[in-house]
């Protein structure tokens, strides 16, 4: 049987198409094999988690304050600021882990040491595509009892800039003002959080 060229461009565009489409996040793989699911399960190291807080006061007087937790290949810190005044300063080592299984259920487990004081976590959670259908582009990650899943990684909303079967690039971005109808008062909290996660399976 002869195929042109034409014809054969054709039926490769015919299959490339639905695999290109599963690109859902910026940095994700131009083409998988894979289901954003069947990535997305498994065992995975947490190498990256960084966490910043930002709170704005515009009374009794201006005063802005900054909490901000870096987590990089097993070492971190936690730095507290007060009007551009650190206040408080830990270092700490850790590593944590997390399972996501077929059926939406996780598990997430940790280890770190906080300036001398060891912690220990280990905790079942859950994790769900925020879209529904193919828009699977956001994720909520959260512990059954709803508080923070430990000190490394808290959990939460999450855009997917990155799902490839060995990698997961977590971002969130938060915004929200506050005014004190009694005193006036308005404040601003901006969070910004990252995680990066490399396959352990």
């Known amino acids: 049987m002869n195929i042109n ?3 054969l461009f054709f039926l490769i565009a015919i299959v ?3 695999l290109i489409s599963c690109k859902k996040g910026s940095d994700d793989p131009a ?11 498994g065992k995975w190291n947490i ?7 930002t709170l704005a006061s515009n009374l009794p007087s201006p005063d802005t304050s900054t909490t901000k ?31 996501f299984n077929k059926d939406g259920s996780a598990h997430y487990d ?5 300036s001398g004081t060891t912690i220990q976590v280990g905790c079942d959670a859950t994790w769900s595509w925020i879209q529904s259908g193919k828009s699977k582009q956001a994720m909520m990650i959260e512990s059954g009892n709803g ?3 430990g000190y490394l990684f808290s959990g939460g909303n999450f855009t997917i800039t990155k799902l490839s079967h060995k990698e997961i690039v977590l971002e969130s971005k938060y915004t929200g003002v506050n ?3 009694s005193t006036g008062e308005i404040n601003t909290q901006s969070t910004v959080r990252y995680c990066r996660l490399e396959r352990a399976d």
């Open 179 to 181: 005014k004190d109808a």
């Open 110 to 114: 940790e280890s770190s040491n906080v």
């Open 5 to 7: 060229k034409s014809s």
């Open 147 to 149: 508080s923070s899943l």
């Open 69 to 99: 937790i870096i987590f990089n290949d097993g070492k971190g810190i936690q730095e507290v600021k007060t009007s551009g005044v650190v206040v408080n300063s830990l270092n700490y080592v850790g590593s944590a882990q997390i399972q």
């Open 16 to 18: 490339l198409i639905p």
């Open 47 to 53: 190498v990256e988690s960084n966490f910043v807080r």
């Open 31 to 41: 083409i998988s094999f894979r289901s954003r699911n069947q990535r997305l399960e």
